[in-house]
């Protein structure tokens, strides 16, 4: 055999090989759609959730492929600017970074973010809320599984400023 042919063989091979190691990756996109103000002395969900807890409530649509998120008490600026989220998709994580626009004020507290991430397939994922004030602290870290359990809650616990604070 000549090496002539050889090569555009071989060529065509590796050309095979490395376009079934491409994988398609989900367009998935992630949009704070709402948030409460600095939530100061009292809110609708103290009751439920106190101060001293950071919490994420999930509800997945599969008509839709939406995952709602719910931040509860999540920390930042009292004077944030816009407040925004990314997306990062590692695998089977979700890694959802929370963002402010500034923070001109001399004081944190807590806000209530609402989240849409959409084009999210039905399976298991590990999701990481990557939150700018938590620290060294407990981390919003957990894992769901949308077909089996579509909506649920996970919380951490806070207990360093602005978390926990006598308004």
Known sequence: ?????????????FSLVLSGCETEKQQVTAT?????GCKGLK??????IPDTQSCINWSYDNSSGTLSLTHINAGFNC????????IEIAGDTLVIKEK??????????LYD???DVNDIEEQDYIISIVEPYCGDQQKLIFEVDLAGKPEGTYCAARNRYPWGMPW
């Open 113 to 115: 973010l609402y989240i």
């Open 100 to 109: 402010e626009e500034s923070a001109m004020c001399d004081c944190d507290c």
């Open 43 to 48: 809110s609708a969900t103290d009751d439920v």
């Open 79 to 86: 004077c944030p600017g816009k407040l925004s989220c990314s």
């Open 32 to 36: 704070l759609t709402d948030h409460t």
């Open 1 to 13: 055999m000549r090496t002539g042919n050889f090569l555009p063989l071989l060529l065509f091979i």
